[in-house]
């Protein structure tokens, strides 16, 4: 893994906090799991949120893709390829429902919001939030991205 900047790490802890509170409950969120897609694909996304049906153990170092509800990736200079186009297409091959894209905007984070098209198989955006993010799916979440100057 390559060193983080300021910004990543703190828009990353940001979004896990968030999440972990307005998740419902057997919601859970995990910050850098590995997703198994297949034999040799395990991507790491930087967060997940885990749907209430998945299985769980303390010593996982993987989950399914089917019990993930939710990917997120914090972009970096350093895998912006990756970011933007790699992984959001694995995992909607997966068939994750939901993708989002954090990008920095002078330090401020901005979030890109996608939905799986199922009959594509591919994500399609749903919304770009600059101060505050709210949406009501994978689960209902209201998001002051303002906050990243208080960490």
């Avoid at 914090?74 to 970011?83: F, I, K, L, N, Y």
């Avoid at 002078?106 to 098209?117: A, Q, T």
Wanted: charged share 25%; hydrophobic share 35%; net charge negative.
């Amino acid at each position: 893994m390559s060193p983080q900047r300021d910004f990543h790490t703190s828009a990353l802890y940001l979004l896990q906090v968030s999440l972990c509170q307005a998740a419902p409950e057997g919601f859970r969120i995990r910050r850098e799991m590995s997703i198994k897609l297949g034999p040799r694909q395990r991507p790491e996304p930087d967060l997940i949120a885990l749907g209430p049906n998945a299985v769980v153990h303390a010593d996982a170092t993987f989950y399914e893709a089917k019990d993930v509800v939710l990917a997120i990736e914090v972009v970096s200079p350093e895998s912006e390829e990756r970011d933007r186009h790699r992984k959001p297409a694995l995992y909607a091959e997966a068939g994750i429902p939901h993708f989002w894209r954090v990008e920095s905007d002078s330090g401020r984070p901005v979030v890109y919001v996608h939905e799986l098209d199922p009959p594509t198989s591919t994500y399609v955006p749903t919304g770009i939030y600059h101060d505050r993010l709210k949406v009501t799916v994978p689960f209902d979440i209201e998001l002051d991205l303002s906050e990243i100057d208080r960490l």
